[in-house]
């Protein structure tokens, strides 16, 4: 079982930044890939980021490619999603995910933390 806590949100300018951060229970964080994902109102949960267990692969949604940057401290068992460049169509409530096998789609995913709001103004 793995229980996960997401701090950092808030609400920023476009242009600005926030790092968020997923603090990780249990032993086992190293051998999980973790994943970011958001979702904003009347939307689906969609894939922004994630990194495999190794740390050695990093995979990132078009839409944040050169502006969000995700990486996890196994010592910590924790995982940040460093972002950048914000603008407002990156508002919605973010998630960070742990999977055995990392993927894209959120059913890939067997734990989630309870989100974070990122609200970006014009």
């Known amino acids: 079982q793995v229980q996960l806590v997401e701090s950092g949100g808030g609400l920023v300018q476009a242009g600005g930044s926030l790092r968020l951060s997923c603090a990780a229970s249990?032993?086992?964080?190293?051998?999980?890939?973790m994943g970011w994902f958001r979702q904003a109102p009347g939307k689906e949960r969609e894939f922004v980021a994630a990194?495999?267990?190794?740390?050695?692969?990093?995979y990132y949604a078009d839409s944040v490619k050169g502006r969000f940057t995700i990486s996890r401290d196994n010592a910590k068992n924790t995982v940040y999603l460093q972002m950048n460049s914000l603008k407002p169509e990156d508002t919605a409530v973010y998630y960070c995910?742990?999977?055995?096998?990392?993927?894209?789609?959120?059913?890939?995913?067997?734990?989630w933390g309870q989100g974070t709001q990122v609200t970006v103004s014009s």
């Open positions: 990194k495999t267990s190794s740390g050695r692969s990093t």
């Open positions: 249990g032993r086992t964080f190293s051998s999980y890939a």
């Open positions: 995910a742990a999977s055995r096998a990392y993927g894209y789609s959120p059913g890939t995913y067997d734990y």
